[in-house]
């Protein structure tokens, strides 16, 4: 599912000048190759650094810059000046920059070697003023930028070089995303809907309707040998929990490992990576995609029900940038709360759909019914949610921009077991408190649906944000009532 993100690289611009002359212009290429090795082979990278030529010159920057933005294996640039390196000559570079900008403040050396330090020293090893030139001119041209100063060598400047690479392969993923859309927004929901036009020109995302007919054709052509050895790869997973017979547990499960071969098929066919359903809208299937939109999701799939095509871009983008970590990503609603004095928490859950990233032991695959949709009684996996720091995110269309609102969560063990609750939940203490934290996520006009992961922290996302200047606020510890309001007012006057 990340394949295509395989080959993403990102290039590593050291700048400087001619000024110097030859000798200090070999030393600097070989410093910066030695920096980049010494990245490549740490292991803390998701992704290959590769060192490009020395940049000297405007015509030569330009033309790194515009490579950069056409080749698209290149997930970011990396800019870093060993020595000084007279901003002009960046202007018309950085002025075509499509990807995203990392300046890594760093130098060569870690310590000053005060016994030899001398003035060839101080010529070659500039980055302490270099860089700050360099940040002026990215600061006068308003370029979506991220910062990060830290010794190379040093695994907490890594660990953020990482990351940040990891919201990079986020815009690579979202600048070429399909969500495939089985029906319309539910009802006169609000806030699931939003401007497709301007989430494409921000974003980059398309958002093609298909008739949920579509599906059902592909659905009617799944082989039934490939439903079989289905089955049995559920059997290998999940713990079958039969509280209807057997039989009726079989066919029911049988319908929606067809759902799941026919969605498999049919985003491949279409190149989505992400989808989402309407449960008013089944014309011909004979059950809402329970299992199958959570199998779907395990798989790497964004999703999101009731037609919520943002989160499922929101969730299948979180699976992107927490590919290989610890820990999952999942479709989300605050479902509701638990509201002792002092205890407060937030019962996550769906109707059918959390993905089983996010659970705390091996699913039980059960079959019950649905109360909504009028359909079969559907099969769906069973779980209790990890406990562990995690944040919920959701993308609302503000009228004239989109606004991420993230929340902070520490996932906990359930106080009591939930006997009868026949879907996967998760229970939560929003930081800083409940009372904070859904009071700032109401002011904010964050949705109820929500990517949910515990594979990142809102570093991740905030840096996201930034690459595609879309505003972002987050919820956490430190977050006082009166203090966001005044950030959402100011927010609004900044994005306007
Ligand atoms: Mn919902």
Redesign the pocket.
Same mark, same amino acid.
């Given at each position: 599912m990340m394949k295509h993100l395989d080959n993403l690289e990102f290039w590593f611009l050291t700048g400087s000048q001619d000024l110097y002359g030859e000798e200090p212009l070999r030393q600097v290429a070989a410093d910066a190759q030695k920096i980049v090795d010494a990245l490549n082979s740490s292991k803390t990278l998701p992704f290959k650094l590769v060192c490009k030529p020395v940049q000297k010159a405007a015509a030569q920057i330009r033309a790194t810059i515009q490579q950069a933005g056409s080749d698209d294996t290149c997930g970011g640039v990396v800019c870093w000046m060993h020595t000084f390196s007279p901003s002009k000559m960046w202007i018309n570079g950085l002025s075509v920059l499509s990807k995203p900008l990392l300046q890594l403040h760093t130098q060569f050396n870690e310590r000053i070697p005060f016994d030899t330090i001398d003035m060839d020293f101080m010529n070659l090893n500039q980055s302490a003023h270099g860089d700050r030139e360099f940040g002026h001119i990215t600061a006068r041209m308003d370029l979506p930028r991220t910062v990060i100063t830290g010794h190379w060598s040093h695994e907490e400047t890594q660990v953020r070089i990482a990351s940040w690479m990891r919201s990079a392969a986020g815009i690579a993923e979202s600048r070429d995303m399909v969500i495939a859309r089985f029906g319309d927004n539910m009802r006169d929901v609000a806030v699931t809907d939003g401007d497709k036009v301007e989430a494409m020109i921000k974003l980059g995302w398309s958002v093609p309707y298909y008739g949920i007919g579509d599906l059902v054709a592909y659905c009617n052509n799944v082989a039934q040998s490939d439903i079989d050895s289905l089955i049995d790869e559920y059997r290998e997973h999940y713990d079958f929990k039969f509280s209807v017979s057997e039989a009726v547990f079989l066919q029911q499960t049988k319908e929606q490992a067809r759902i799941e071969l026919a969605l498999q098929s049919f985003l491949g066919d279409v190149g989505a990576r992400a989808f989402c359903t309407n449960f008013q809208d089944l014309h011909g299937m004979k059950q809402l995609p329970g299992l199958a939109a959570q199998r779907m999701m395990e798989k790497g799939y964004g999703f999101?029900? *009731?037609g919520?095509w943002k989160t499922a871009a929101m969730v299948r983008l979180f699976k992107v940038m927490g590919a290989g970590l610890t820990g999952g990503a999942s479709f989300m *609603?605050d479902y509701t709360y638990h509201m002792q004095r002092g205890a407060m928490l937030d019962l996550g859950a %769906?109707?059918l759909e959390v993905c089983p990233s996010i659970a705390k032991e091996k699913p039980t695959l059960e079959v019950h019914p649905l109360g909504i949709g009028d359909r079969e009684d559907p099969a769906r996996l069973v779980f209790d949610g990890r406990p562990g720091q995690a944040l919920c995110a959701a993308i609302v269309d503000m009228g004239n921009r989109f606004r991420i609102v993230v929340s902070e969560v520490e996932a906990v063990e359930a106080p009591e077991a939930f006997k009868r609750l026949p879907v996967a939940r998760i229970l939560w203490k929003p930081l800083p408190d409940l009372v904070t934290a859904s009071e700032a996520w109401i002011l904010a006009g964050g949705g %109820? %649906?929500t990517a949910y992961t515990d594979s990142f922290g809102v570093e991740f996302v905030r840096t996201f944000a930034e690459m595609v200047n879309i505003e972002c606020v987050v919820i956490g510890q430190e977050t006082n009532i009166p203090q966001f309001r005044n950030e959402l007012r100011w927010n609004a006057a900044a994005y306007r």
């Open positions: 999101a029900g *009731e919520d *609603e %769906h109707m %109820h %649906h």
